[in-house]
């Protein structure tokens, strides 16, 4: 497989240890490794799915002119998957260079909170305080999403950066997390076009028309 392993909480490298040859990173102990592309391919994309298995791999779709599939990644192993990672990139005319990251996950795995820079492994309590802000369709499903903070718009910290770097909102959808993560945060208004998120492995024959490029995602 062409997809490298790492701890889907932090960067940090994983390795095999123990009897059991268990995969473990030395910041948060035995993990489920996150599996990630190197360099966006047609053929790694191919890889992501198989080891997703039936967990969705989410896509805007249809991709608009110019946009590309910049990164992807799956937590799991050969038994089961419990999270995906899909980013991709384009520009848009007020924003200039955009990149939306989309995390599906199970509760727990914390892949989410980790690209969205936010406390904890899970939403928290900020999730679902006061109406949504935005609303996506998946599949056949309008989605509503809640606004959460970037660790650095948290009290005490210190960088400050949070609020101009980026926009998370999430919802549920399927009994799972969905994180949409937007850079510049200011992209956050192209949640109101009516997105339409997809599950890349039903996209059948137009997987092949997927452009794919880098740099990869920032998380």
Do not use: N
Not at 84 to 104: F, K, N, R
Not at 113 to 142: I, N, S, W, Y
Not at 168 to 178: D, K, P
């Amino acid at each position: 497989m062409s997809l490298a392993a790492a701890c889907p909480r932090c960067p940090a490298p994983v390795a095999r240890t123990g009897p059991d040859a268990a995969w473990s990173c030395p910041e948060h102990g035995p993990v489920v490794p996150v599996w990630r592309t190197e360099q966006p391919s047609y053929d790694d994309f191919v890889d992501h799915l198989t080891l997703a298995g039936g967990f969705p791999s989410y896509l805007p779709w249809p991709l608009g002119p110019g946009w590309q599939v910049t990164d992807f990644a799956v937590v799991g192993d050969a038994d089961r998957a419990s999270a995906t990672l899909t980013a991709v990139s384009g520009t848009s005319d007020l924003d200039g260079p955009v990149e939306v990251l989309i995390v599906a996950e199970e509760a727990g795995v914390g892949l989410g909170a980790r690209c969205a820079g936010t406390l904890g492994q899970d939403p928290g309590p900020e999730f679902g305080a006061g109406p949504p802000t935005a609303k996506l369709r998946v599949a056949h499903q309008l989605v509503p999403l809640w606004p959460l903070s970037p660790w650095s718009d948290q009290p005490g910290a210190s960088d400050g950066v949070g609020e101009w770097d980026r926009s998370v909102v999430v919802g549920e959808t399927e009994g799972r997390w969905l994180w949409v993560v937007l850079r510049p945060a200011s992209a956050m208004l192209l949640l109101r076009d009516e997105w339409i998120l997809r599950d890349a492995s039903a996209l059948g024959p137009a997987l092949v028309e997927l452009s794919f490029g880098g740099p990869g995602a920032g998380w």
